[in-house]
Nanobody, 124 residues
């Protein structure tokens, strides 16, 4: 399993941008489909976006399509989430997830490894 570490969270104002990073270690990152999920206290973890291994095909949730962009740099073993036009509803703990040799998926159960999460807070 890969070990994942997120970074880049914090407090921003509505309309601003923020970038998150997820560093992987323990296995070849280009063998993993990577994803971002988010979660509010007391709520289920929600799919945000995924990027496939090797080809880099993406899958976005309707709530972030057009505002968020996922990318990966396998040479650096890092996946990025660029978040633009942030809204208060985007406030959550954001988690990075990895799935070895798997297809892109919106299901948390399909992912093998998870990071510890990073808080993103968007003030109005």
């Amino acid at each position: 399993q890969a070990q994942l570490v997120e970074s880049g969270g914090g407090l921003v104002q509505a309309g601003e941008s923020q970038s998150l990073s997820c560093s992987t270690s323990g296995s070849a990152s280009n063998d993993y489909t990577m994803a971002w999920f988010r979660q509010l206290p007391g709520k289920e973890r929600e799919f945000v976006v995924a990027i496939s291994y090797r080809l880099g095909a993406t899958l976005y949730s309707n709530s972030v399509r057009g505002r968020f962009t996922i990318s990966r740099d396998d040479a650096k073993n890092t996946v990025y989430l660029q978040m633009n036009s942030l809204k208060p509803d985007d406030t959550a703990v954001y988690y990075c997830a990895a799935r070895q040799f798997g297809l892109r998926s919106r299901d948390t159960g399909d992912y093998d490894s998870w990071g510890q999460g990073t808080q993103v807070t968007v003030s109005s």
